[in-house]
């Protein structure tokens, strides 16, 4: 990866030798250049924004809905199989375009592009978490919930202060795909006119027609991002397993 990430400068300075592709329209060195770098980096704060706000909502979603699926009453474990299989099922991109147009036409809730972005983003990863937070719990020992009621602590106070914290530390490395996932995913969002990442890239291919230099720029500005965020996760994996052992 770090080969990777060093040769792509060179690769793309090589390109620039060619006189057919126009690597000027990013060029840093030149106003226009510059300007236009600028224009699509502008787009970061949208993605990262929303992709966090989603990752965030989609977590409290999904563990309440992997509790119930944890229950022993049959409804509700009805009820989170339900919503997993129903949600997990329905593309990304799909439910973005249902939210923005049908939504408003079905509830007569008006959402705007941010937050139909993350309401839909949300509720497509809350599924998955809620299946990664049931797996996590049910790895616990059985023995820790004996211990608690041993103790006398009720249901509640079992989950909040035995059980997940264990459980947490478990997931963590896959609570952190999701994140990039979320990332990745948030680009679908510019379908509906949210000037994130993908969106400005868009833009400006139509004022340069240059998609090929534009679009380049737009992988390495998603590469940077999600390595930036996958060191941050590992980081954070270390210092709770640090701090338990």
């Known amino acids: 990866m770090k080969k990777i990430v060093t040769l792509t400068p060179l690769l793309l300075l090589l390109a620039g030798c060619s006189g057919s592709w126009g690597w000027y329209v990013v060029d840093p060195t030149t106003p226009s250049g510059w300007n236009n770098l600028k224009f699509m980096a502008s787009g970061a704060y949208y993605t990262i924004v929303m992709s966090v706000t989603a990752i965030l909502i989609s977590i409290i979603v999904g563990l309440?809905?992997?509790?119930?699926?944890?229950?022993?009453?049959?409804?509700?474990r009805m009820f989170n199989r339900t919503y997993v299989e129903i949600v997990r099922a329905v593309p990304i991109l799909v439910l973005i375009l249902w939210v923005y147009y049908g939504l408003p036409a079905l509830s007569g809730i008006k959402l705007n592009v941010f937050w139909a972005g993350v309401f839909a983003l949300a509720l497509s990863d809350s599924a998955f978490q809620a299946e990664i937070f049931r797996a996590g719990i049910q790895s616990i020992a059985r023995g820790q919930y004996e211990a608690a009621k041993s103790i006398s602590l009720n249901y509640r106070?079992?989950?909040?202060?035995?059980?997940?914290?264990?459980?947490?530390?478990?997931?963590?490395?896959?609570?952190?795909?999701?994140?990039?996932?979320?990332?990745?995913?948030?680009?679908?969002?510019?379908?509906?006119?949210?000037?994130?990442?993908?969106?400005?890239?868009?833009?400006?291919?139509?004022?340069?027609?240059?998609p090929l230099e534009i679009y380049t720029i737009l992988v390495l500005e998603y590469l940077v991002l999600i390595l930036i965020v996958s060191a941050g996760v590992r980081w954070f994996e270390r210092r709770m397993n640090a701090g338990h052992t």
């Open 64 to 76: 309440l809905v992997a509790l119930p699926g944890l229950s022993q009453k049959r409804g509700w």
């Open 157 to 210: 106070d079992t989950m909040r202060y035995i059980i997940l914290p264990q459980a947490i530390r478990r997931i963590l490395p896959a609570l952190g795909n999701q994140l990039v996932y979320m990332l990745k995913m948030s680009s679908l969002v510019s379908v509906i006119g949210l000037q994130e990442l993908t969106r400005k890239a868009n833009e400006l291919v139509v004022s340069e027609y240059r």
